[in-house]
C-alpha cells in the first residue's frame, strides 16, 4: 500500500509556496490494529524510509470538530470539564468527534455546539485545521467560528464527563492572555483563541468557507 501525494488547494496563504504541508507517498509493507479500544484503535505499520524498514505505533483516530463561539461582545464561549488522562478539569471549547458514519464536519459542529452547550449559530466559517499530535495520531480538528449564536429550542440531557459542564462566556482578549500566561493549556483551545484574535485584526480575512472538505486522510482509519 502507497499512501497518496497531494497538497492543501484550499489554501489561503500568500507567502512562499514552500510554506504547505504535503503527503508524501511511502510504501507501507504491512498495517495491522494492535489494539481495539472503546473510542480509539492503535495501530502498527511498518514502512520503507529512507532505504530503511521503518516501525511505528500511532492512534487511528476518527477526527474531530471544535467551535468557537463568538457573540455580539466578542465573547467567547468556554466550557470547562474533566479530563481522565490528565486528572484536571480544563477549559476548552465544545467539541467531538467524526464517529458517526456520513456526517459532515459543519454537521457535526452543529451538533456538538447544541448538545454541549444548548447552542445555535447563523453564521459559520472554518478558523483552522490542525494536527494535534502527527508524531502519535492521525487526527486532525477541524476548527469553525461560530457567530450569531443564539439558544436550542431544546436543552440537551448531559452524562458521563460532561455532567458538570462549566459554561462562560470571556473576551476574547481575556481568553488569548490566559493562554499566553499558561493559565490554560488545552491546545484546541489555545489555537481557536490565537486563529480569531489574529484573524480579528486582519478583518476576518483568513476565515474559510464552512462547507470546505476536510483535507484527505492519508491512511484508512481501520485495516
Do not use: C
Request: aromatic share 6%; charged share 30%.
Amino acid at each position: 500500500m502507497t499512501v497518496p501525494s497531494s497538497d492543501n488547494p484550499s489554501s489561503r496563504h500568500s507567502g512562499s509556496d514552500e510554506l504547505h504541508d504535503l503527503r508524501h507517498p511511502v510504501e507501507i509493507i504491512r498495517s495491522e490494529t494492535v489494539f481495539r479500544g472503546h473510542v480509539w484503535d492503535v495501530r502498527q505499520d511498518t514502512f520503507l524510509y529512507g532505504g530503511d524498514q521503518v516501525v511505528r505505533e500511532f492512534v487511528a483516530h476518527t477526527g474531530a470538530v471544535a467551535v468557537l463561539a463568538l457573540d455580539e461582545k466578542e465573547r467567547v464561549l468556554l466550557i470547562r470539564q474533566y479530563r481522565h488522562p490528565i486528572g484536571e478539569r480544563d477549559w476548552e471549547i465544545p467539541a467531538g468527534l467524526l464517529d458517526i458514519e456520513g456526517e459532515d464536519p459543519l454537521g457535526a459542529a452543529k451538533r456538538e455546539l447544541a448538545e454541549e452547550v444548548d447552542l445555535q449559530a447563523e453564521d459559520w466559517h472554518i478558523l483552522s485545521d490542525i494536527r494535534t499530535s502527527p508524531g502519535g495520531n492521525s487526527e486532525i480538528v477541524r476548527i469553525y467560528l461560530a457567530r450569531g449564536v443564539s439558544a436550542t429550542a431544546e436543552v440537551f440531557a448531559r452524562t458521563e464527563e460532561e455532567v458538570d459542564i462549566e459554561k462562560r462566556w470571556v473576551p476574547l482578549d481575556e481568553a488569548v492572555d490566559a493562554f499566553l500566561a499558561r493559565d490554560i493549556q488545552n491546545s484546541i483551545l489555545g489555537n481557536a483563541v490565537l486563529a480569531a484574535y489574529v484573524s480579528r485584526a486582519k478583518g476576518w480575512a483568513t476565515l474559510g468557507p464552512a462547507v470546505a472538505p476536510l483535507p484527505p486522510r492519508a491512511l484508512p482509519l481501520r485495516d
